[in-house]
Structure formats: structure tokens, C-alpha cells
């Protein structure tokens, strides 16, 4: 299965962005992770029987999955400088019991103030 991440970019703080990552293969769960520079990656928002998110966006940023297009979205709203990062989005899934790992190469979000 390949991730393909896009939406990333440029916007003020207070602003809005809307990032997509489409699967070629179903998945079962699937997260969103950010790297800010010099920061360890870290777990944004998950999505598997429900939602889950970092204390740090929630109320901000929404996860949410198309499953019959294989796509995840982050709704990213009041966005602000500490945002700034690579986000990635990552899947699992189980086949014939082993399990399986999909990371996406990322894409940049940079807020200014």
C-alpha cells in the first residue's frame, strides 16, 4: 500500500489548511503524525473505531475518512507558528495475521505570525 499526502502549505496564524492522504490499498487504522525541526515525530490525531487527538490541536483539528475512496483527511483550523512541521500520515493493517506498517512521505505546513 502506498500513501500519498498532500494539502500541506503556507498560512497565516488563524488560518485554515486541509490535509488529504490517499491509500492505494484498504487499510484498517490510520494516523496522522507531525516532525517539527529538531522535534521528535509525534502523534497528531488517530482514526480507528473513533477518533483521537494530541491535547495540543484538540478542538482544533479534525480527522476524519473517506473508506470508499482509501482516503484520510485533517481538518486544520485555527492554525498557529507551533503547527509548523512535516505531517505524515501513517496506516496499519493485518493480513493473513501479520501486521503491516505504511508511512507517506509527508507534507510541509508552515504557519506564520
Known amino acids: 500500500v502506498q500513501l500519498q499526502a498532500s494539502g500541506g502549505g503556507l498560512v497565516q496564524a488563524g488560518g485554515s489548511l486541509r490535509l488529504s492522504c490517499a491509500a492505494s490499498g484498504s487499510v484498517a487504522a490510520m494516523y496522522w503524525y507531525r516532525q517539527a525541526p529538531g522535534k521528535q515525530r509525534e502523534l497528531v490525531a488517530s482514526?480507528?473505531?473513533?477518533?483521537d487527538y494530541a491535547d495540543s490541536v484538540k478542538g482544533r483539528f479534525t480527522i476524519s475518512r473517506d473508506n470508499a475512496k482509501n482516503t484520510l483527511y485533517l481538518q486544520m483550523n485555527s492554525l498557529n507558528p507551533e503547527d509548523t512541521a512535516v505531517y505524515y500520515c501513517?496506516?496499519?493493517?493485518?493480513?493473513?495475521?501479520?501486521?503491516?506498517?505504511?508511512w507517506g512521505r509527508g507534507t510541509q505546513v508552515t504557519v506564520s505570525s
Open positions: 501513517k496506516a496499519t493493517t493485518q493480513r493473513l495475521g501479520v501486521p503491516y506498517t505504511y
Open positions: 482514526i480507528t473505531r473513533g477518533a
